[in-house]
T-cell receptor, first 112, second 116 residues
Framework: GQQLNQSPQSMFIQEGEDVSMNCTSS?????WLWYKQDPGEGPVLLIA?????ELTSNGRLTAQFGITRKDSFLNISASIPSDVGIYFC????????????FGQGTRLTINP | GAVVSQHPSWVICKSGTSVKIECRSL??????MFWYRQFPKQSLMLMAT?????????EQGVEKDKFLINHASLTLSTLTVTSAHPEDSSFYIC????????????FGPGTRLTVL
């Protein structure tokens, strides 16, 4: 099935640095969801976006729904050790079955 | 966010036996539940979608006779892996979505299945 193109696949940063990751698609999406998954756990919903151009924050996390409806980004400011994990973007397409389409994930590693 | 629980969190079984995994939405009514499978270092792969009281819809390539799904109520769905074999060993994650106008989907903590 279709997957979203999520980049980068992995990031190695220093504690305190800002992080940016994004997802793109060739299709239009009407909802973007960003999840974080820790090892051995299920994904936890971080931010949900419903309108083109929408910019939403959750603490140090900020995500935006792209104007073209084909992309979204997630920023993490002033990273801390507990931010380590895998971040997935996911979304629902306007056309087609209401199944969540996932990106490949971004693995974030933080050096203390 | 809404809470989804899964039980058991891990299970080890012998080849040929069946294993049942429960998924519950604890504080909302889940009109739709989803079952995913995840291999190491990979994204989630949708296995099937179920609506309360209806038969599950399976993704292409997923054997419906092997992975039995029952969505008996608005808060409970079960996945039964029948006649499990070592290749069925994986991380299984359920997800639930409510009837609200928003498309938020909440995931359970996952079940690690190991078939010997």
């Amino acid at each position: 099935g279709q997957q979203l193109n999520q980049s980068p696949q992995s990031m190695f940063i220093q504690e305190g640095e800002d992080v940016s990751m994004n997802c793109t698609s060739s299709s239009i999406f009407n909802t973007w969801l960003w999840y974080k998954q820790d090892p051995g756990e299920g994904p936890v919903l971080l931010i949900a976006l419903y309108k083109a151009g929408e910019l939403t924050s959750n603490g140090r996390l900020t995500a935006q729904f792209g104007i073209t409806r084909k992309d979204s980004f997630l920023n993490i400011s002033a990273s801390i050790p507990s931010d380590v994990g895998i971040y997935f973007c996911a979304g629902y397409q306007i056309q087609g079955a209401q199944k969540l389409v996932f990106g490949q994930g971004t693995r974030l590693t933080i050096n203390p | 966010g809404a809470v989804v629980s899964q039980h058991p969190s891990w299970v080890i079984c012998k080849s040929g036996t069946s294993v049942k995994i429960e998924c519950r939405s604890l504080d909302f009514q889940a009109t739709t539940m989803f079952w995913y499978r995840q291999f190491p270092k990979q994204s989630l792969m949708l296995m099937a979608t179920s609506n309360e009281g209806s038969k599950a819809t399976y993704e292409q390539g997923v054997e419906k006779d092997k992975f039995l799904i029952n969505h008996a109520s608005l808060t409970l769905s079960t996945l039964t892996v029948t006649s499990a074999h070592p290749e069925d060993s994986s991380f299984y994650i359920c997800s639930a979505r409510g009837a609200s106008g928003y498309n938020e989907q909440f995931f359970g903590p996952g079940t690690r299945l190991t078939v010997l």
